[in-house]
């Protein structure tokens, strides 16, 4: 089957080196041409694990290819799929124009016979709007168009997302359309292992996939909350989590305490969620809470600082562990380290910092602010006062504690992901405090 993806982020490009391993001719279409030059030379401007791989793969047996021109591909195209961003610009707005404007391409172009899939994540409503804009496009060049469209959302975890592209816990199918159904029913089960193929509307896909957010960013806001109430009362939060976690109603997924949740989904997705909502004249006082508690949540660790160290934070020196939202990823966007820095930097402290893959992108993110960028990890507490773990990356869970407190000048570390345990740390002397562990 004959497949074009259009729009080669995060979630085109893994869908396409996918479909290209399942078999199928897949041609993926981006107009960034700087993106397009680093495919042709077989380099891939995202850290995922494996999709390096699965790309050149797809590449060397002709079965991927990346092109600049929609209207050069589409002569066999069975399935379209839309890959584009939906950034927020404003208050949850979310911004549809690269979708509107492909669809309004595809009115002129596209050829009789092909199902378009709308993979983006979409406010509720809108796939039935871009089937609109499609027909009204092609009306306008006097075009009889016959196509059926699909919503078909994705569920992928940056730092395993062709696991769970390939191991999905569901394949959501939204459409209304028999033959939408059929061709993409036929494509997930010639790739996939015995998927699990639910489909629904349109407009209850695209809930579905703003409901998986909503959910699991209220599970992680949830234990942050009951994490700080741990802390007052002298509990600790991990072993509550343990208890809790073990009674299958509730699971263990999604509890893991720590500084809040960030990157390019949950927070722009509950916005738009609440939007939508306020839209219907609807008040969501719950999504409302899992925002403003998160947003706490970032400041936190902060506010422990300010407690030990006061407000003038000049002449101390902080090193930060961790800068990308989650460990996997090399990606900053809503990352809480930022908050944290930029709130450390505002009061005067001066700022080191490591990161095994997020530098590049941190130092374009924070561009104006002064922190010192190290190659490794114990180069960046040499002099600090305190140590400030905020992602989770596996090499800083058995760090050695007798080389830090040989570099730092005070023996004291904040753990804002939960990487350490206060033996490790007693035995070396150093203080741990950590989100949710009363002391
Ligand atoms: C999230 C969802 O998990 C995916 O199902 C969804 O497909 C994706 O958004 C998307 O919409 O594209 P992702 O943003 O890659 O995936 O990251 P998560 O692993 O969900 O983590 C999100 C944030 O929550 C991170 O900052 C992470 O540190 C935080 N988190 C997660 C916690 O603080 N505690 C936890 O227990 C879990």
């Known amino acids: ?92 707005i979310a911004d549809l124009s690269s979708l509107l404007n492909v669809c309004e391409e595809l009115g002129a172009v596209i050829p009789n016979d092909t199902v378009i899939v709308v993979k983006s994540t979409v406010p509720a409503g809108t796939t039935a709007r871009l089937e609109r804009v499609i027909r009204h496009a092609a009306a306008k060049l006097g ?16 730092g395993c997302a062709l696991q769970d592209f390939l191991h999905p816990h569901s394949v959501v199918i939204g459409t209304k359309d028999p033959r939408a159904a059929d061709r993409l029913v036929r494509l997930y089960e010639s790739g996939l292992q015995n998927p699990v193929i639910q489909i629904m509307s349109p407009v209850e896909a695209e809930m579905a996939k703003y409901a998986s957010n909503y959910l699991l960013a ?65 008040d969501v006082p719950i999504m409302r809470a899992v925002q403003s508690v998160n947003d706490r949540q970032k400041q936190r660790l902060v506010a422990n600082i300010i407690r030990r160290f006061g407000n003038d934070l000049a002449g101390y020196r902080f090193a930060v562990w961790g800068l990308a939202f989650k460990p996997g990823t090399d990606d900053m966007r809503e990352a809480p380290s930022l908050d944290v820095i930029h709130a450390l930097s505002a009061l005067g402290a001066s700022i080191s910092a490591y990161d095994p893959a997020a530098r590049r992108k941190a130092q374009i993110v924070l561009e104006g602010v002064s922190v010192e960028y190290t190659a490794g990890k114990y180069d960046a507490v040499i002099d600090a006062d305190a140590l400030l773990i905020l992602t989770e990356w596996e090499e800083f869970y058995e760090p050695d504690l007798a080389q830090l407190k040989e570099r730092m000048r005070q ?29």
């Open 218 to 282: 209220a599970r992680v806001s949830m234990i942050n909350e009951l994490a700080n109430l741990c802390e007052a009362v002298g509990a600790d939060i991990a072993s509550v989590r343990n208890v809790v976690g073990m009674d299958p109603n509730i699971g263990s997924g999604f509890l893991n305490a720590g500084i809040g949740y960030g990157g390019s989904c949950f927070p722009k997705d509950i916005e738009a969620l609440i939007k939508t909502a306020n839209t219907y004249g609807l």
């Open 143 to 158: 075009k009889q168009v016959d196509f059926s469209i699909a919503m078909n959302p994705e569920f992928l975890r940056q």
């Open 411 to 439: 023996t004291l570390i904040y753990d804002g992901r939960r990487v350490l345990t206060k033996e490790q740390c007693r035995n070396s002397g150093f203080e741990l405090i950590q989100i949710g562990a009363g002391r």
């Open 1 to 92: 089957m004959d497949i074009v993806v259009i729009g080669a982020g995060y979630v085109g490009l893994v869908a396409a080196a996918s479909f290209a391993s399942f078999g199928c001719r897949v041609y993926c279409v981006e107009n960034n041409e700087s993106k397009l030059r680093q495919f042709e030379a077989e380099q891939v401007d995202i850290y995922e694990e494996g999709l390096h791989e699965l790309v050149q793969q797809g590449v060397h047996d002709g079965r991927l290819s990346f092109h600049s021109r929609l209207s050069d591909v589409l002569e066999s195209a069975k399935l379209i799929f839309l890959c584009l961003p939906t950034p927020s610009v404003k208050h949850g």
